[in-house]
């Protein structure tokens, strides 16, 4: 079994919304909703995530752009938004999804997420990092 699918697998089998699978071997599941996660690892050590293979519910572009500036290198979500998709690629970062849609749905279900909005038509990546981290 290869890493992505370890993650994947546990991210399945629990309630968790995020699996990072860290460089040195060690598994982590995570619980918070949207990027909260993601900033406090990389808060905590801002190359937590470096080579790293996660697992996640949803992948918007705000997501895989804290990703892929971390240096995550591999991605496996049910639901990721085309705009992740475009930064993903612009980064070498793989990845793998369930589910393709145009962008992120906000939590009432009403529109796009008002980060993804935000961010979606921004090429700088390392401006959407330090802004989001800055949060």
């Known amino acids: 079994m290869t890493n992505l699918e370890s993650v994947k697998n546990r ?11 860290y460089a040195n071997g060690e598994i982590k599941e995570y619980y918070s909703k949207r990027v909260i996660d993601i900033k406090n690892i990389l ?17 918007g572009k705000v997501a895989g752009t804290l990703l892929s500036v971390a240096g995550v290198k591999e991605i ?7 705009y992740a998709i475009r ?10 999804f369930s589910q393709k849609v145009d962008y992120i749905i906000n939590e009432t279900k ?4 008002p980060m993804e909005n935000k ?6 990546l390392d401006k959407i990092y330090n802004e989001i981290m800055a949060i």
């Open 11 to 21: 991210l399945h089998e629990t309630n968790a919304s995020l699996v990072v699978g």
């Open 110 to 113: 009403t529109g796009m997420c």
């Open 119 to 124: 961010y979606k038509d921004e090429n700088d």
């Open 87 to 96: 930064v993903l690629e612009k980064t070498g970062v793989r990845y793998e």
């Open 43 to 59: 808060k905590e050590d801002k190359n937590a995530l470096k080579d790293a293979v996660i697992a996640d519910k949803v992948i």
């Open 76 to 82: 496996y979500t049910d639901v990721m938004s085309k």
